[in-house]
């Protein structure tokens, strides 16, 4: 897609067989049934196909999340749901932890049942697994769900056999990944045009230095000041009619998360990140944290500008972040489109 037009993209078309089929089966008709005290979806005519769901993965910019939309519209139904996965992660963790099964009812799979009550058709954006925990949890919901009759897709930049590569016990998470593999379609976009980048390239992008920017954009000069995201106090270095400037150093290299950066999405109608280093292979944790942000940042739609003495797109040239930062440089290539100045 380019400049709000759709292009023809061979790779992208020879997916859309898959998606016809999987769409196919989500439109089935089915019934709620109960099945080892909780509420399910059972076909009227016969089982449900045992694979169900497609995982869609390949490079940053391949049109993973357009072909996903097309399948998500596709279907008439009103049990469906598209979420992105950092907040489904936090919903899912609040509902395990304020749910109350019924004796002998298994917690993960009572929560199932009620996301399965609420969409049978479950869509996951920018599929990943930054913890063991979440890898493990994943596991186990992802069996409940399909026994639920729940169908489910997600993108991703990592195949699956990649998820957690270089992550600590990765043992794990191998359970996980053959469950994934077993019952759903998985399905590569292969080379080819990164549309994200080559949108994003057409547009001159401000060579304002941060102050300045900050001045620009908020008509006022910036003063160091501070925020409470949730129960953090973070520095910022100034925060005026939306916008929000921080250091890398403040917002990537202490202790925030997903429930942190979610917060500032509520609040910023734009941010500004300064000092963005070169980092080494022992600096993942800052740059994941620097993943998690742009991808919420993403989802929320919210213009992002990057400042830093390294190039972004040489920022983090190898290690265990490596891969997942230059799929972030690409996205923020598009939001340094928003709001442009």
Same mark, same amino acid.
């Given at each position: 897609?380019?400049?709000?037009?759709?292009?023809?993209?061979?790779?992208?078309?020879?997916?859309?067989? @898959? %998606?016809?089929?999987?769409?196919?089966?989500?439109?089935?008709?089915?019934?709620?049934?109960?099945?080892?005290?909780?509420?399910?979806?059972?076909?009227?005519?016969?089982?449900?196909?045992?694979?169900?769901?497609?995982?869609?993965?390949?490079?940053?910019?391949?049109?993973?999340?357009?072909?996903?939309?097309? %399948?998500?519209? $596709?279907?008439? #139904?009103?049990?469906? =749901? *598209?979420?992105?996965?950092?907040?489904?992660?936090?919903?899912?963790?609040?509902? %395990?932890?304020?749910?109350?099964?019924?004796?002998?009812?298994?917690?993960?799979?009572?929560?199932?049942?009620? %996301?399965?009550?609420?969409? =049978?058709?479950?869509?996951?954006?920018?599929?990943? #697994?930054?913890?063991?925990?979440?890898?493990?949890?994943?596991?186990? @919901?992802?069996?409940?769900?399909?026994?639920?009759?729940?169908? @489910?897709?997600?993108? $991703?930049?990592?195949?699956?056999?990649?998820?957690?590569?270089?992550?600590?016990?990765?043992?794990?998470?191998?359970?996980?990944?053959?469950?994934?593999?077993?019952? #759903?379609?998985?399905?590569?976009?292969?080379?080819?045009?990164?549309?994200?980048?080559?949108?994003?390239?057409?547009?001159?992008?401000?060579?304002?230095?941060?102050?300045?920017?900050?001045?620009?954009? $908020?008509?006022?000069?910036?003063?160091?000041?501070? #925020?409470?995201?949730?129960?953090?106090?973070?520095a910022a270095q100034g925060i005026e009619n939306g916008v929000f400037w921080f250091g890398f150093e403040a917002l990537c290299n202490t202790a925030l998360g997903r429930a942190e950066y979610m917060n500032l999405c509520t609040r910023a109608k734009t941010v500004i990140i300064s000092g963005v280093p070169e980092l080494s292979p022992d600096d993942a944790d800052a740059a994941m944290r620097f993943v998690v942000l742009v991808?919420?940042?993403?989802?929320?739609?919210?213009?992002?500008?990057?400042?830093?003495?390294?190039?972004?797109?040489?920022?983090?040239?190898?290690?265990?972040?490596?891969?997942?930062?230059?799929?972030?440089?690409? *996205?923020?290539?598009?939001? $340094?489109?928003?709001?442009?100045?």
């Amino acid at each position: 897609m380019e400049q709000g037009t759709i292009q023809r993209d061979p790779v992208q078309e020879a997916v859309l067989p @898959l %998606l016809d089929r999987v769409a196919e089966g989500v439109r089935r008709p089915v019934h709620r049934t109960l099945w080892r005290g909780v509420e399910v979806w059972r076909g009227v005519e016969g089982d449900l196909p045992d694979v169900r769901g497609v995982y869609l993965h390949g490079d940053v910019g391949r049109g993973k999340s357009l072909l996903m939309q097309w %399948l998500f519209d $596709s279907v008439p #139904i009103a049990e469906k =749901r *598209r979420v992105h996965f950092h907040p489904f992660m936090e919903e899912l963790h609040h509902r %395990l932890h304020h749910a109350k099964p019924p004796g002998g009812v298994d917690l993960v799979l009572h929560v199932a049942s009620q %996301l399965s009550g609420e969409a =049978r058709l479950l869509c996951f954006d920018e599929f990943y #697994i930054t913890t063991i925990a979440d890898g493990v949890l994943l596991g186990r @919901l992802l069996s409940a769900l399909h026994h639920c009759g729940v169908t @489910l897709c997600a993108t $991703s930049n990592w195949a699956p056999d990649y998820l957690f590569q270089d992550g600590f016990n990765r043992a794990s998470v191998l359970p996980f990944i053959d469950r994934l593999k077993s019952r #759903i379609h998985v399905c590569e976009l292969g080379s080819g045009v990164d549309w994200r980048r080559r949108v994003a390239g057409a547009h001159n992008a401000t060579t304002l230095g941060a102050e300045e920017l900050f001045t620009h954009l $908020s008509g006022h000069h910036p003063a160091p000041t501070s #925020i409470e995201l949730r129960h953090v106090r973070v520095a910022a270095q100034g925060i005026e009619n939306g916008v929000f400037w921080f250091g890398f150093e403040a917002l990537c290299n202490t202790a925030l998360g997903r429930a942190e950066y979610m917060n500032l999405c509520t609040r910023a109608k734009t941010v500004i990140i300064s000092g963005v280093p070169e980092l080494s292979p022992d600096d993942a944790d800052a740059a994941m944290r620097f993943v998690v942000l742009v991808d919420l940042l993403y989802e929320h739609r919210i213009p992002l500008r990057v400042r830093g003495p390294v190039a972004l797109d040489e920022a983090c040239p190898e290690g265990p972040a490596a891969f997942a930062w230059r799929r972030s440089v690409s *996205r923020v290539h598009e939001l $340094s489109r928003l709001g442009e100045v």
